[in-house]
């Protein structure tokens, strides 16, 4: 398999927030503050979401130290998209704050890319 490029959106750039991101993604970084790359209908958390017993636990296990900084609700997601015919080969959207995508399903959507 070749080179596959990694892309990441973000919506604000609070202080050295981007720069800080560089330390664990290598890929390039896009800022979108006009939240156009997340379509017609913003996706955003509430706070019955900040209180589940599932955002708490997991809370408990960050290891990295991260900020409180910005508005935090927009919720995101994870697409893999091959070259020119071959368009979308895994979505994930949050349909909750902090649910994370299947990293097994993402590989395996990586692997079909056609370089």
Partial sequence: MGTVKLHAVVKEDIDTEIE???EF?????????KKEFYGPHERVGGMSDLMSFKMMGSYRKIKEPGNMK?????MGGV??????????????????????CDIDQVMEAVQKISL
Avoid: N, S, T
């Fill in 20 to 22: 800080d991101f560089r």
């Fill in 25 to 33: 993604f290598k890929g390039e970084i896009h800022l979108d503050e």
């Fill in 70 to 74: 910005g508005e935090g609700w927009v």
């Fill in 79 to 100: 697409l893999v998209v091959g070259p020119g015919e071959q368009g979308l080969l895994y979505e994930h959207i949050e349909a909750k704050v902090a649910q994370r």
